[in-house]
């Protein structure tokens, strides 16, 4: 098993480098005045100034499955209810959770910043929501983290962390993790979240120098999932980044790169990944859920795609999907989709704890048979059928005449 912490980055604090997992590249530490200047291009690129004129975030509850998150940091104190750890065992007695990557997503998902009227500091996407901390990775320099992505009572962890952040009253879970494996349990984690009404978001993975062949990067679970918002990130000039994977999973794009970010102790960070963009995607989720809390994950989905900005010619690519979030879009597109519903049920609904394959579906039932479509088809077929018999008669008289000429001059 091998649990990655969706960023595939570098982090660097001072002199001082470390890694943490293979997803989160150049993070650097910031002053506590330069974080909301430095957040200013996502705050424009996200509209996110006219999206908190509709919504921002209030009585929605955002898991983040990841490494923890630092409760008393001051951008997110009293907006994070600290939950289960699945990793439990998996570090020496005593030691203590590092919780920086954990701590990075909560705050750009629901960051309030702190100070007079909350401006200095982190503000997240949606800045009145709660969080769910749920650790389900640890982060590689901890002392357990070779133990933890080997030992098989450690298999099954986000798939616990799904099903228990939805038991909690998620209403949106964020997993600014990958893995390269899927399994069943984790795929029928994700359909129990998805029935019960909880959107999921995940990050693509930062995999997209190492391509496999020439047509797309490596795939990332849970992101590549069905029902899963598979996040890929975009640089400065809003482009697919270099490392973002690139593959047909990739369902929208979010900035990824220079993103500022609070980390545990009261710090602040500034990095590029696909987790950062996976944890803003949550945060505009986080704005609709607010706004509409009956809109089902498919609808949710349907918002996000539709509004994005920068679409890619044609309207989809593998690298940006159908484009970049935009959050005041998105609140008006689900404004139009508020009145719907996307439920199947019975025989017609397919078990996403089940591969298509297997005969499930059964033979196809015709519905509604057009006679005057099928006599006008049948006739088109038959005359054409007709004329190719006609040709090939035409062809071997043809042949033969040629022949007797050719003979009759022999003779």
């Given amino acids: 098993m091998l649990i990655q912490d969706g960023t595939g980055a570098m982090l660097r604090r001072g002199a001082a480098a470390a890694a943490v997992g293979v997803l989160l590249c150049a993070v650097a530490p910031a002053w506590a005045d330069d974080v909301r200047g430095g957040q200013r291009p996502v705050i424009k690129t996200l509209e996110l100034n006219q999206a908190w004129r509709i919504s921002k975030g209030g009585g929605v509850t955002v898991a983040v499955l990841d490494s923890g998150v630092d409760?008393?940091?001051?951008?997110?104190?009293?907006?994070?209810?600290?939950?289960?750890?699945?990793?439990?065992?998996?570090?020496?007695?005593?030691?203590?959770?590092?919780?920086?990557?954990?701590t990075y997503m909560a705050s750009l998902i629901a960051g309030h910043g702190h100070g007079d009227g909350g401006n200095l500091g982190i503000i997240g996407v949606a800045p009145e929501?709660?969080?769910?901390?749920?650790?389900?990775?640890?982060?590689?320099?901890?002392?357990?983290?070779?133990?933890?992505?080997?030992?098989?009572r450690f298999e099954d962890v986000v798939a616990q962390g799904i099903r228990y952040a939805v038991d909690e009253g998620a209403d949106v879970i964020n997993m600014s993790i990958s893995k390269e494996l899927a399994t069943r349990e984790e795929r029928a984690a994700i359909r129990y979240a998805i029935s019960k009404g909880v959107v999921l978001v995940a990050a693509a993975g930062n995999d997209g120098d190492r391509k496999i062949d020439s047509d797309f990067a490596p795939y990332s679970y849970p992101a590549a999932f069905p029902g899963v918002v598979s996040v890929g990130a975009t640089d400065r000039s809003l482009r697919r980044a270099t490392f973002s994977n690139w593959n047909s999973s990739v369902l929208v794009a979010a900035p990824g790169v220079d993103i500022m970010g609070a980390g545990p102790g009261d710090e602040y960070w500034v990095g590029k990944g696909t987790s950062q963009a996976t944890a803003l995607v949550s945060g505009v989720a986080a704005l609709i859920k607010a706004k509409y809390p009956g809109m089902s994950p498919p609808l949710v989905a349907r918002a996000l795609t539709v509004s994005a900005t920068d679409r890619p010619p044609g309207g989809y690519d593998t690298g940006t999907g159908f484009g970049v979030v935009n959050a005041a879009r998105a609140l008006s597109e689900a404004g139009k989709l508020a009145g719907y519903t996307e439920t199947a049920t019975g025989d017609q609904a397919q078990d996403p704890a089940q591969p298509l394959a297997g005969g499930q579906t059964g033979p196809i039932k015709v519905i509604v048979r057009d006679e005057r479509r099928v006599t006008v088809y049948a006739a088109i077929a038959a005359a054409a059928a007709v004329g190719a018999f006609a040709s090939l008669g035409v062809i071997f008289i043809l042949v033969r005449r040629v022949r007797r000429a050719y003979g009759s001059q022999d003779a």
């Fill in 71 to 102: 409760p008393d940091h001051r951008d997110l104190v009293g907006s994070v209810r600290v939950g289960r750890d699945f990793t439990e065992g998996a570090n020496p007695p005593g030691v203590a959770p590092s919780r920086l990557h954990g």
């Fill in 129 to 152: 929501a709660d969080v769910l901390s749920v650790r389900v990775i640890l982060e590689d320099e901890e002392p357990g983290f070779r133990e933890f992505n080997s030992a098989e």
